[in-house]
């Protein structure tokens, strides 16, 4: 009895410590009005034990019993992203379940622990800590093979996504859902937020021929839904799974949601503390910055603070002082965002760590197509100057060859507001039919 009480105890303790690390986080995202309220927040939140926000769907899973699962033989694709709303990875928890029978491991990019490097090739192997095969799905092969599925029931799919396309758990998902039911296997999606939250949508859609690995999804490139709600879309929607009408409509989709998330709310809200999905994404801002700034620095000489503490978020210029580059970034007055100085890596080197002052005003990737347009202006034009392979790359990400053809050939004075004015406009058309497969308002 002595050892349940420290336990809960113990639980206790970590989840304020929890909150306040989501609430503190929040605070480089809400207006200076605001922090007053929030450090009254805090206070209360020491006093007072809190649960998270939301049940994630693992947590539903779990409280259904696991019921959908009864009597199956089970897969499940994760990464370390993938735990209960109190940190307890999925792979422990169906692993552990007298009511599951869990019967092989799926990993996409990084890994099923995150610990391989991005671009990476990962082997298959055996799981250390549970006896199971681990198949990647980032090694030979990307799509599951028959071989991989003929001893499942169910693949139940649980990734944490960031809210960005070129994150490739989607893509992953994607593959794994035509495998899936080309092979008669059922497919679960435990749901899980978009940490940008649903109202984001934001960048360039993507150009059916440019689509790959890194834009899998025609959608603008932050797309406001989560994982769940993309699954539901593939599913649903012709033309998105590389099936047959009978192959798609003949599979089977179940998607277990998550309880109190809603659309407004963005991961400081939830209550969660944050699991690296990825190595280069630690945090929630490496999360916001890689929406941000991830295409500005495709080509060029610009840099964003891979290999620091601040990754995606800190800019520097190989070439630029770092006195031009703030004077050039200022000067565009870019809504929502404001830079200030950072030293990097124990004081030798020193950034401009990029802030979000007006999350309402904050479009995540505006940032990106000025640095372009920098990295042209401070360099000899990088686009135009690019390998065939690096082109491909750059417009994979994009997903626009005709923004591609447009900075490759004015370089610095290419017509950034007039692209953004018009994927602004297709990201609203967008938002506004993907309505049809959201699972929350």
């Known amino acids: 009895m002595a050892r349940f009480f420290l336990m809960i105890r113990s639980l206790t303790f970590l989840a304020i410590l929890t909150t306040q690390s989501a609430a503190l986080v929040a605070a480089q995202f809400v207006p200076q009005a605001s922090i007053t309220a929030l450090h ?3 206070a209360q939140q020491q006093e007072t034990y809190i649960r998270p926000a939301i049940k994630l769907g693992i947590d539903v899973l779990a409280d259904q019993q696991f019921a959908p699962l009864a009597n199956k033989r089970i897969g499940l694709l994760t990464h370390p992203a993938g735990v209960n709303r109190f940190g307890v990875p999925s792979v422990r928890i169906l692993k552990q379940s007298k009511a599951v029978n869990l019967v092989a491991l799926f990993g996409p990019e990084h890994g099923i622990y995150g610990n391989e ?3 990476t090739p990962v082997d298959n192997a055996i799981d250390s800590k549970t006896g ?13 093979t028959s071989k991989m599925l003929e001893n499942l029931d169910v693949l ?5 996504d960031i809210g960005t396309r070129s994150y490739t758990f989607i893509s992953c998902m994607k593959l794994a859902l035509e495998a899936c039911f080309e092979n008669s296997v059922e497919v679960m999606v435990l749901d899980r937020p978009n940490p940008l939250g649903g109202l984001k949508v934001d960048g360039p859609p993507i150009e059916k021929s440019w689509q790959s690995y890194v834009g899998a999804f025609q959608v603008p490139y932050v797309h406001g839904m989560t994982i769940g709600e993309l699954a539901r879309m ?3 929607k012709p033309g998105i799974l590389e099936l047959t009408d009978s192959q798609r409509t003949n599979g089977k989709l ?5 309880n109190g998330w809603r659309r407004y709310m963005s991961w400081p809200k939830l209550g969660l503390k944050w699991i690296a999905p990825s190595p280069n994404i630690p945090d929630f801002p490496a999360a916001v910055g890689y929406a941000m700034t991830g295409l500005g620095a ?3 000489s610009f840099q964003h603070g891979i290999g620091s503490e601040f990754p995606f978020r800190v800019l520097t210029h190989r070439t630029a002082s770092l006195d031009e580059l703030e004077r050039e970034l200022n000067r565009r007055s870019i809504p929502g965002i404001a830079f200030k100085r950072k030293s990097l890596k124990g004081g ?20 990106s197509f000025h640095m372009m347009q920098i990295a042209a202006l401070f360099e000899p034009n990088p686009f135009a100057k690019a390998t065939s392979n690096q082109s491909s790359l750059f417009n994979k990400h994009v997903g626009s060859s005709s923004w591609w053809n447009e900075i490759t050939q004015k370089g610095s004075s290419a017509n950034r507001a007039g692209f953004i004015g018009v994927w602004e406009r297709q990201s609203k058309q967008f938002q506004l039919q993907s309505r049809a497969y959201w699972l929350y308002d």
């Open 156 to 160: 139940v799919i649980d990734l944490q």
């Open 117 to 119: 490097k991005a671009n």
């Open 348 to 367: 030798s080197q020193t950034g401009l760590y990029v802030r979000i002052t007006d999350w309402g005003a904050w479009r995540p990737t505006e940032l």
């Open 298 to 300: 495709q080509l060029g």
């Open 234 to 236: 593939a599913v649903s």
């Open 254 to 258: 179940t998607v277990v949601t998550m």
């Open 40 to 42: 009254a927040t805090i």
């Open 132 to 144: 199971l095969p681990i198949y990647s799905l980032y090694g030979k092969y990307r799509k599951p």
